[in-house]
């Protein structure tokens, strides 16, 4: 019903940003809490960060913080990710996935994922 589509990711050197997108599409609705996921090779799903369905409400995991900010333009159905002061252990796959607001935990919806690689 729901589809999410990230983009925007690529090579970055230590030190670098990148920002990265996920689009939804189908019966969305901004009601829906977002969040981001990595994965490295090897290493199991991680959660990044989560915001709420208005935006005002926002959560990151500890070895982002500070480095790392959610944002949503619910116009245009996208929540994006900024990541500064990138290092090589960020390198993994980016997920963005969707909670229905009934749900207290877990997610509905899944994008494909967007490759991010820190390295010089």
């Known amino acids: 019903q729901v589809q999410l589509v990230e983009s925007g990711g690529g090579l970055v050197q230590p030190g670098g940003s990148l920002r990265i997108s996920c689009a939804a599409s189908g019966r969305t609705d901004s009601t829906y809490s977002m969040g981001w996921f990595r994965q490295a090779p090897g290493k199991e799903r991680e959660f990044v960060t989560r915001i709420s369905g208005s935006g005002g409400v926002k959560y990151y995991a500890d070895f982002v913080k500070g480095r790392v900010t959610i944002s949503r333009d619910n116009a245009k159905n996208t929540v994006y990710l900024q990541m500064n002061s990138l290092k090589p252990e960020d390198t993994a796959v980016y997920y963005c996935?969707?909670?229905?607001?009934?749900?207290?935990?877990?997610?509905?919806?899944w994008g494909q994922g967007t490759q991010v690689t820190v390295s010089s």
């Open positions: 996935a969707a909670r229905n607001p009934v749900r207290t935990a877990g997610y509905d919806y």
